[in-house]
């Protein structure tokens, strides 16, 4: 995949008091991601969110596969 096959309209969402941008969301495959963009701890905030949607993903996936319930750990 390029960067062109990433390229997706991003809805920003603002605080009203102060119009800073708090959350971006947009579409990827069937699901919506809403991803907090505070500046304080970005990048360990943007790496639990990417992981725990990572983890539902992967888990849902081998749980259709598999047909029984299963554990995931994200290290």
Known sequence: MNSDDLARPVVLIKD???????????????????????Q?????????AISKFAKAGIQQFFEDELRCQVAVEVT
């Open 16 to 38: 009203l008091l102060t119009d800073e941008t708090r959350y971006e969301m947009y579409n990827f495959g069937d699901s919506v991601v809403v991803m907090p963009t505070d």
């Open 40 to 48: 304080v701890g970005t990048t360990s905030m943007q790496h639990n």
